[in-house]
C-alpha cells in the first residue's frame, strides 16, 4: 500500500524515576541500543533493527509517565500540510527548534484531547542498523543482546475523550480504526477503546477511555517471532523484571504479547504476531462482554491491574 503523510510512530519520552537504573535497564535487560546523551540529560535509544537515531528517549524525573509521541511523516511539505489542518480542526500547535532532540528536524508539537502530547515530524538522521546495503546479513551483533526487539511499535494511551481524539485521528491525521472496544450496554455501548493505525500494521497507536488525561499504559516493542517473545520473558525472569501478563495472546489484534513493568513502573510490552489489515479493513469490535478474550483470548480473563494500572 501507498505510504504518504504520517509514517510511522517514530520516538517516545519517558520519564524515568533514576536514569542510571532505568538505562541499564533498556540498554542491557531490553537490548536496545544506546545512541547518545544530550545536554538536559536525556538519554537516547534505539532498536536494533531500526535505522533512524532513536525511538526512545529516557527523562529523569520524579514521577513516571510519557512527556510525548512523535510520528515520523513523509517530507516537510507533508508537516505543513498537516500541521496546518490540525490547527483547522481546533488544535493549537507549536513548533519546537530542530536539534532540541539530537538528530532530529523540527516539530509539530500539539495537545490531544485525551491530554497526551503528541509531535509530528519529517527529519531525523539516519544511522542505520549495523548492517550494511549491500548483501546485508539478517542480523546485527546488537540484536543478540538482552530481549533485543526489533523496532518500537505502539503505544496505549489512557485519558478522556477518545472520542474526540477518533476524529482528529481519522479525518485530519489519516489514520484508520482497526478494532475497537465498547463499553457496557447499560451506558449504551460507547467506544471506549480505539486501536488506529497509520500503516499495515494492526495499531501505531490505541487509547482507552480513563478519567485522568496524558496517561500512559504501555509502550510496545516488536519482536519478531513468538518464540522470541517467550525468550524475552526468559530474560525478564532471570532479572527479575515484575510480569503484569503472560505470555498469552490478545484477542484484540491477536498479538502475543507479555506485559512487564521498567525500573520506574512504566508498562512495556514485547510483542508479536498480529495480521495485516488495510484502510478498507473492516473494522473489528469487542464488546463489553467480550472483551476478557480480547484482552488475553486464552484465559478469557479480565485482569485488574491491566484497566488501573498507568503511569
Ligand atoms: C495490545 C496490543 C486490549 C488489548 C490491547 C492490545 C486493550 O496492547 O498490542 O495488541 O485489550
Ligand atoms: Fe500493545
Avoid at 533485543?148 to 472520542?163: K, Q, T, W
Amino acid at each position: 500500500m501507498a505510504m504518504t503523510g504520517i509514517l510511522r510512530p517514530g520516538h517516545a519520552q519517558l520519564r524515568v524515576l533514576d536514569l542510571e537504573q532505568a538505562t541499564r535497564f533498556y540498554r542491557d535487560i531490553m537490548g536496545l541500543v544506546e545512541t547518545g546523551r544530550d545536554g538536559q540529560g536525556r538519554v537516547y535509544f534505539k532498536c536494533w533493527d531500526e535505522h533512524d537515531h532513536s525511538s526512545l528517549i529516557l527523562r529523569q524525573a520524579d514521577g513516571a509517565g510519557i512527556d510525548f509521541i512523535g510520528f515520523k511523516v513523509l517530507n516537510a511539505s507533508t508537516l505543513d500540510q498537516l500541521d496546518k489542518d490540525i490547527q483547522a480542526f481546533g488544535l493549537k500547535t507549536e513548533r519546537v527548534p530542530a536539534g532540541d532532540l539530537l538528530e532530529t528536524g523540527e516539530r509539530v508539537r500539539f495537545v490531544l484531547p485525551t491530554g497526551h502530547v503528541m509531535e509530528l515530524y519529517a527529519e531525523k538522521t539516519q544511522i542505520g542498523n549495523g548492517l550494511p546495503a549491500v548483501n546485508p546479513a539478517p542480523w546485527a551483533p546488537d540484536a543478540d543482546r538482552g530481549m533485543a526487539p526489533v523496532r518500537f511499535d505502539h503505544c496505549l494511551l489512557y485519558g478522556p475523550n477518545v472520542m474526540a481524539n477518533k476524529v482528529l485521528f481519522m479525518e485530519v491525521l489519516g489514520f484508520h480504526l482497526v478494532e475497537r472496544i465498547l463499553g457496557p450496554a447499560e451506558a449504551g455501548e460507547p467506544e471506549i477503546g480505539l486501536f488506529f493505525s497509520c500503516s499495515h500494521k494492526t495499531h501505531d497507536i490505541a487509547f482507552v477511555e480513563y478519567p485522568e488525561p496524558g496517561k500512559l499504559h504501555h509502550l510496545s516493542f516488536r519482536m519478531p517471532t513468538w518464540e522470541r517473545v517467550l525468550r524475552a520473558g526468559d530474560i525478564m525472569g532471570m532479572n527479575k523484571v515484575p510480569i503484569d501478563i503472560g505470555p498469552t495472546r490478545h484477542g484484540v489484534t491477536r498479538g502475543e504479547t507479555i506485559y512487564a513493568w521498567d525500573p520506574s513502573g512504566n508498562r512495556f510490552e514485547t510483542f508479536a504476531g498480529g495480521y495485516e489489515p488495510y484502510p478498507d479493513s473492516r473494522t473489528i469490535t469487542w464488546t463489553f462482554e467480550g472483551f476478557p478474550h480480547g484482552l488475553d483470548f486464552p484465559q478469557g480473563k479480565l485482569h485488574d491491574s491491566f484497566l488501573t494500572v498507568v503511569t
